[in-house]
């Protein structure tokens, strides 16, 4: 028994491993490459824009403050609701613990920004014509990609121990 926990502990810190070193990848990628043509318009085609943004709210630049108190206030709710994450992580089984790895795996990619840049840089834009999506990162994409997980699991009935 104490294997198999220890194998999927060492599963879960391979999966958040993985989803921050994307992120933090793709993120370095973009920024230099901003730097180093002096714009922050990277990529510009029919359907995807690359187009670094400073994002200083939260998902999808929501809520945000030209205030540092209430940048502040907010890293430390975000901070504090990764920590709960965390405790999700080690009271669920299977799929969703899965979906709550996968959360916190981008919640980590998107707090290290927080801190480190006191901002989260966001570049990918989809678009259809005039009609733009919110301008989003590696890091919410694996953040949603769990809530969606998540919100799935609620319509399936839990087995009973």
Partial sequence: MFNFLRKNYFINIFIVIIIFSLDRITKFYVILKSEMNLSTNLFTSKFLNINLIWNEGIAFGLFSFDQKFYYNLM?????TITIVILWFITKTRNIEKMAFTIVFGGAL????????????PDFIDIH??????FIFNVADIFICLGIIILIILEFYPKKKL
């Fill in 75 to 79: 890293t430390v709710l975000i901070i």
């Fill in 128 to 133: 259809v014509g005039d009609f733009h999506w």
């Fill in 109 to 120: 990619g998107n707090i290290f920004d927080r801190l480190y840049y006191s901002s989260v």
